[in-house]
């Protein structure tokens, strides 16, 4: 027991003297230093900006009471842009409102008149027995009538087939397709 007391001592003792040198001891510090810098840069500045783009315009009509179609399209390439957009008739639609619109006023003969302006209708009238009204004429004397002036008879318009739109549609590719390589190599 004796012998821990004394070890004990010593290591409070020890202690007590490290912790006195940590206290007493002082360090000064005293650095001089000059300095001298040359800078000769050149500078280059990178701008990130997101690629062009050609929008196709929004084509449309605010009544569905027109007989017109929106039609758009873009092309874009590295270089130039271009948009487009127009509004498309439809005559077929045009003729079927206003012959409705004559058979609701109680114009009957008017409004198949300006259906019988179309070729097939004029056709169908002639198979079903009834032909068409000529200047105010029906039935048999409008048929004589339209005997007489075969050149009033409307012209019979050959219908597309899809050979035909596709024949179309390929050609159409093809000018594009050469027009992007022709700017491309702009």
């Not at 206290?23 to 900006?49: L, P």
């Amino acid at each position: 027991m004796k012998t821990i007391k004394i070890i004990l001592t010593m290591a409070l003792l020890s202690l007590s003297g490290a912790a006195f040198a940590q206290t007493t001891s002082t360090v000064i510090t005293d650095s001089t230093s000059e300095s001298s810098v040359d800078t000769d840069a050149k500078s280059r500045t990178i701008v990130i900006s997101p690629p062009p783009s050609a929008i196709s315009p929004g084509v449309g009509s605010s009544s569905s009471d027109l007989c017109t179609t929106g039609v758009s399209g873009a092309v874009q390439t590295q270089i130039l842009g271009i948009s487009t957009g127009e509004m498309v008739r439809d005559e077929n639609c045009e003729r079927l409102k206003i012959s409705k619109t004559l058979y609701d006023m109680g114009m009957k003969v008017a409004a198949v008149s300006v259906l019988c302006q179309d070729r097939r209708v004029y056709d169908a009238m002639e198979m079903a027995g009834t032909p068409c009204p000529y200047l105010g004429e029906i039935g048999d004397k409008a048929l004589d009538q339209w005997k007489a002036n075969p050149h009033r008879i409307p012209v019979v318009e050959e219908m597309e087939t899809k050979g035909d739109v596709q024949k179309r549609n390929a050609a159409v590719a093809t000018g594009g397709i050469s027009l992007a390589l022709l700017l491309l190599l702009l």
